[in-house]
T-cell receptor, first 111, second 115 residues
C-alpha cells in the first residue's frame, strides 16, 4: 500500500513570496491533516479535512495560509506572503481508524 | 485541555543499554496515547499506541510502553539500544471533539546512541 506522498521535499523562498505544497493521502482515507513542525518542536495541527470539508482550522493563520482539498483526495497548502517564522517542516497525514500516517514532509526555508 | 509532556529534550545511551524516554499526559478522560519516531528528513512513523486495552503495549523495533494511570505516564522503553535507534521520538495524545480528532504532540526527545 502506498503511503502519504508530499511534494516538493524542499523549498527555499524569500520572505513575501508565495509557496504551495501538495499532498496525496493513502487511498481511501477520508481524513487529511496538515501539521507545521518548527525546528525543535513537535508537530502542530494547522488544518483537518474530512473528505473535502474543513473540520478544524482554528490554528491556521488565515491571513496568509490557505488550504483546499478538492474532490476529497489531494490537498494543497499555500502560504502567501511568507514570513521568516514560517520556516518549518510541513507534514501531511491521513487517518485510518485511530492511526495517522505521515508523509515525508516539505522542508520550507524562508530567507 | 489534553496534553503531553516529554521530559528531557536529549537522552544519550550506549549501544546495548536500556532506553527510557519519558512521557506524562494530562487528560480528564481516558486518553489514547501514541509514540512516533522521526528519522532525519523523514516523516513520523508510528511505534506503538495505547487505546485502553492492555496497559503494556508492544510496538515495532523492540520498543514497548506501559500506561500507568496512577502516575499519568506512558514511558517508552527498549531493553537494548541499537545504533539505528538514534532518532527523534514524539509522544502524542489523541484529542477528540464534535466531528474532529487530532493529535497533540510533545516537544520530542532526541535519542543519541553511542558505540
Amino acid at each position: 500500500e502506498a503511503g502519504v506522498a508530499q511534494s516538493p521535499r524542499y523549498k527555499i523562498i524569500e520572505k513575501r513570496q508565495s509557496v504551495a505544497f501538495w499532498c496525496n493521502p493513502i487511498s481511501g482515507h477520508a481524513t487529511l491533516y496538515w501539521y507545521q513542525q518548527i525546528l525543535g518542536q513537535g508537530p502542530k495541527l494547522l488544518i483537518q479535512f474530512q473528505n473535502n470539508g474543513v473540520v478544524d482550522d482554528s490554528q491556521l493563520p488565515k491571513d496568509r495560509f490557505s488550504a483546499e482539498r478538492l474532490k476529497g483526495v489531494d490537498s494543497t497548502l499555500k502560504i502567501q506572503p511568507a514570513k521568516l517564522e514560517d520556516s518549518a517542516v510541513y507534514l501531511c497525514a491521513s487517518r485510518g481508524g485511530r492511526e495517522q500516517y505521515f508523509g515525508p514532509g516539505t522542508r520550507l526555508t524562508v530567507t | 485541555a489534553q496534553s503531553v509532556t516529554q521530559l528531557g529534550s536529549h537522552v544519550s545511551v550506549s549501544e546495548g543499554a536500556l532506553v527510557l524516554l519519558r512521557c506524562n499526559y494530562s487528560s480528564s478522560v481516558p486518553p489514547y496515547l501514541f509514540w512516533y519516531v522521526q528519522y532525519p528528513n523523514q516523516g513520523l512513523q508510528l511505534l506503538l499506541k495505547y487505546t485502553s486495552a492492555a496497559t503494556l503495549v508492544k510496538g515495532i523495533n523492540g520498543f514497548e510502553a506501559e500506561f500507568k494511570k496512577s502516575e499519568t505516564s506512558f514511558h517508552l522503553t527498549k531493553p537494548s539500544a541499537h545504533m539505528s535507534d538514534a532518532a527523534e521520538y514524539f509522544c502524542a495524545v489523541s484529542v477528540t471533539g464534535t466531528g474532529f480528532q487530532k493529535l497533540v504532540f510533545g516537544t520530542g526527545t532526541r535519542l543519541l546512541v553511542s558505540p
